[in-house]
């Protein structure tokens, strides 16, 4: 199966960093063939602090998703937190994703699925590649067509995790699509001070383990300029790596 590449900042910011990340998008999609996905949020409810960028909201957000979507010809895949979400996203995005610790509310499960959109079910931390047989099984059993699954990392102890790649073969039982979360794996929750932290210098070796163990899918989260991003920035893969990177998962 041909890989799928997911990126996009980690929450919406402004239109012109939509726009700016866009268009390095679709000139990757031209020049390597590949099947690239635009990826953001339009609000993070799941942030460390209460005072932390939460993004523009469902209604401004959608609209400038499909702004995007209209300027750049690029699929748009963004995230929902709550089942009342569900419709008005479906509406424009291609994907719907389902935040790792959410991927067992069965009523948000059941509104991404019944949307007609992908839905893209993160693992949750706290659980294993085999525990993700059960939230595919609630989103095809709500008429899901098609249902993905993404490795994103385990808790290891306090404000780190680890990846356990086996996960990756373990969840393809379960679906055709999975895909490697290379930008959350390598995140340090909660450790920078209200904040998240990051090592965003292992992306590269995230991405290219996950494939050597069957990944066909790639997420990454990526800004022109990560150290003063809004959100997620120390896990964030800088937009000029991001071609080189995808060039080289694609062969």
Same mark, same amino acid.
């Given at each position: 199966m041909k890989p799928i590449f997911i990126a996009g900042p980690c929450v919406i910011e402004s239109m012109d960093v939509l726009q700016t990340v866009a268009k390095e998008l679709a000139k990757i999609k031209q020049e390597t063939g590949a099947t690239v996905y635009f990826k953001a949020s339009f609000d993070k409810a799941n942030?460390?602090?209460?005072?932390?960028?939460?993004?523009?909201?469902?209604?401004?957000?959608?609209?400038?998703?499909?702004?995007?979507?209209?300027?750049?010809?690029?699929?748009?895949?963004?995230?929902?937190?709550?089942?009342?979400?569900?419709?008005?996203?479906?509406?424009?995005?291609?994907?719907?994703?389902?935040?790792?610790?959410?991927?067992?509310?069965?009523?948000?499960?059941?509104?991404?699925?019944?949307?007609?959109?992908?839905?893209?079910?993160?693992?949750?931390?706290?659980?294993? %590649?085999?525990?993700?047989?059960?939230?595919?099984?609630?989103?095809?059993?709500?008429?899901?067509?098609?249902?993905?699954?993404?490795?994103?990392?385990?808790?290891? %102890?306090?404000?780190?995790?680890?990846?356990?790649?086996?996960?990756?073969?373990?969840?393809k039982q379960y679906t055709d699509r999975v895909v490697m979360d290379c930008t959350h794996s390598v995140q340090r929750p909660g450790a920078a001070g209200g904040k998240t932290g990051g090592n965003r210098e292992y992306i590269p070796s995230m991405a290219l383990a996950a494939k050597a163990f069957g990944a066909n899918g790639f997420f990454f989260e990526t800004h022109p300029d990560p150290d003063h991003a809004l959100s997620d920035g120390p896990n964030m893969l800088p937009l000029d790596q991001l071609a080189a990177l995808i060039k080289e998962l694609a062969q």
């Open positions: 942030r460390t602090s209460i005072h932390s960028f939460r993004g523009p909201g469902l209604e401004k957000g959608m609209q400038m998703l499909a702004d995007i979507k209209a300027q750049f010809g690029l699929p748009i895949l963004t995230d929902i937190h709550e089942s009342s979400q569900a419709a008005a996203a479906g509406e424009v995005a291609d994907i719907l994703q389902i935040p790792a610790f959410l991927c067992r509310q069965t009523d948000l499960l059941v509104a991404a699925s019944q949307t007609g959109c992908i839905v893209n079910v993160k693992k949750a931390q706290f659980l294993s %590649g085999d525990d993700m047989q059960y939230p595919v099984e609630k989103c095809r059993e709500a008429g899901a067509k098609e249902v993905w699954l993404t490795e994103r990392g385990n808790i290891y %102890g306090y404000n780190n995790l680890v990846v356990d790649f086996r996960n990756i073969p373990l969840m």
